[in-house]
């Protein structure tokens, strides 16, 4: 952190995951003086847990929670195929494969929102625990993506 030469209550997005594209908000509240090369990032507060590694980004993590919320309701079979069907009835001249295509990656869509809700177990997006994100924040020792906000 002493490289981004800071001043206190400076703050920076810190964007983590090159496909997800996460970013985190970053302040500096106060430098202490540590041990000599001690410059461990410490987390003071914050609100939210952390989403999961690989949840597919911002859109997959909110994908996650609804369909956790909702359950099959977020999208029944019968609603998936009205909406196939209205978009079929707007392009008459597409080819059946495509609608099976389309049918098929939805299917494999809500099957691996499925497998990761069961993988990482129920999401509860309001926990926070500071010991934990002060974890996360030493395993990011490359804070070399940022920008000043």
Not at 30 to 43: T, V, Y
Not at 49 to 64: D, I, K, Q, S, V
Not at 66 to 91: F, I, N, W, Y
């Amino acid at each position: 952190m002493r490289e981004f030469q800071l001043r206190p209550t400076e703050t920076f997005l810190y964007t983590c995951g090159a496909i997800d594209l996460w970013e985190w908000e970053v302040r500096l509240l106060d430098e202490e003086p540590g041990s000599q090369d001690d410059d461990a990032p410490l987390c003071l507060g914050g609100r939210g847990a952390a989403p999961p590694p690989f949840c597919g980004g911002p859109t997959g993590y909110r994908l996650m929670l609804k369909r956790q919320r909702m359950g099959e309701a977020m999208c029944t079979p019968v609603q998936m195929e009205a909406a196939l069907g209205m978009l079929a009835a707007s392009d008459p001249e597409a080819p059946p494969e495509t609608w099976r295509s389309y049918r098929q990656i939805l299917l494999e869509g809500f099957q691996s929102i499925d497998r990761r809700l069961q993988e990482y177990g129920p999401l509860e997006p309001e926990r926070f625990s500071l010991e934990e994100a002060t974890q996360r924040l030493a395993r990011h020792e490359d804070l070399t993506r940022w920008r000043r906000v």
